[in-house]
């Protein structure tokens, strides 16, 4: 008898065990996953005209949820093939030629709208709390950057350099004389404010998803994103 509660015992602590780590490294994607996605120029050139994102790297250790899932796979599946199709209908009506390299790239862009698929359909409840940090800073960053660009400054040059991106130290003049919008850590204004509302979106469709109303941190994430798009 003591043996037989001695094994359920053990039995259930192992059980518990790979539950907590199986929550943890869930945990640790979904943060890494988000805050690569909000520095989009911290990549590995390929070539000298386009680059792989470190979010992209990333979302392949968080595929095998997404294709397990049939309606999610579907999903994906068109938007990755959605440049062959079109690609092909241009090359049949004469507008355009096919480009391999081109749709390579396509796919490298939206992996991590598989890696995200992924921890959503593994553990949902892990991805509210990076997202809002994500969007809390770069909302944040982009109210301070407004002021050094009014000023005629871009901080963090350096950052802004990889290929496939444009260069920012490039346009530095153009962008303090006359642009002069912040765009945080992103290439362009319109490329923050489309991460800023998709993360929103998203922030907004997870809660939904998992039964649970928005909290204050979620408003706070929300509104700060509002004000600097």
Known sequence: MRKE?????????????ISTT????????????????FLPYLGVPLGQNTSVGVASILSVFALAPALR???TLGLLAIVAFTPIVSGALGHFFGV?????????????NVLPLFGFAGVAL????????PLRFAKIVTSSYA??????????TIPL?????????????????????????????????????????????????LRHWTGSALRWPDWLALGVSVAAI
């Open 157 to 205: 040059l350096w950052y802004y350099q990889l290929p496939g991106f444009a260069s920012v130290s490039s346009n530095a003049e153009a962008i303090t004389q006359y642009v002069r919008r912040p765009f945080a850590m992103f290439p362009e204004p319109s490329f923050m404010a489309a991460t800023l509302a998709l993360s929103t979106a998203a922030l907004m469709l």
């Open 22 to 37: 199986r929550n943890f490294r869930w945990k640790v994607a979904a943060w890494l996953l988000t805050l690569s996605s």
């Open 69 to 71: 899932n049939r309606a």
């Open 122 to 129: 593994a553990q949902p409840a892990t991805l509210p709390a």
């Open 96 to 108: 355009g030629e096919a480009s391999l390299a081109a749709y390579v790239t396509w796919v490298l």
């Open 143 to 152: 109210f301070i950057q407004r002021e050094f660009l009014n000023q005629g």
């Open 5 to 17: 509660l001695g094994m359920h015992t053990h039995s259930r602590y192992s059980v518990d065990h």
